[in-house]
């Protein structure tokens, strides 16, 4: 019984320190997402930390939402917050209210590699590739 005992409050242990997740310096991220020259309206923008060296702690991801000029602005522990300081990959991919694009919006494909750096200015300017044959598996989302 003792043991059983021990092993809740172990695990009720390791759940709240889940919820208190540590938090990493952000800084301030912006940007735009455009396609053929135009702006890419309500799509979804994900900051994603890379992994550097063998640490296991890279920080939570950011995600911005384009607005109708097709900026955006990074949210990461808080309302546009920022993103996490270090190394990102950067991902778009449709929202639930996107409407429809000529270029390939896919979540899983990286369309750059940034550095956001603490004292910024942390501004990326991101072209989407059309669609294509070429790019045909980069589309599933968009269709």
Not at 64 to 75: C, H, P, Q
Not at 108 to 129: R, S
């Amino acid at each position: 019984m003792i043991r059983m005992r021990s092993m809740s409050l172990l695990f009720l242990a390791l759940l709240a320190g889940c919820d208190g997740m540590e938090k990493f310096p952000v800084s301030a991220t912006t940007g735009t997402v455009q396609c053929d020259g135009k702006p890419v309206v309500r799509a979804m923008v994900y900051f994603e930390p890379k992994r550097s060296g063998e640490g296991a702690m890279i920080g939570q991801q950011g995600y911005a939402l384009t607005d109708e000029s097709g900026k955006f602005t990074v949210s990461t522990y808080g309302e546009k917050d920022g993103a996490v300081v270090g190394t990102h990959m950067i991902r778009v991919g449709k929202s639930e209210t996107s409407g429809p694009c000529p270029c390939a919006l896919n979540s899983m494909t990286v369309q750059k590699e940034v550095e956001v750096t603490a004292k910024g200015p942390n501004h990326f300017d991101i072209t989407l590739a059309r669609k294509s044959s070429s790019n045909k598996d980069e589309v599933r989302e968009a269709d």
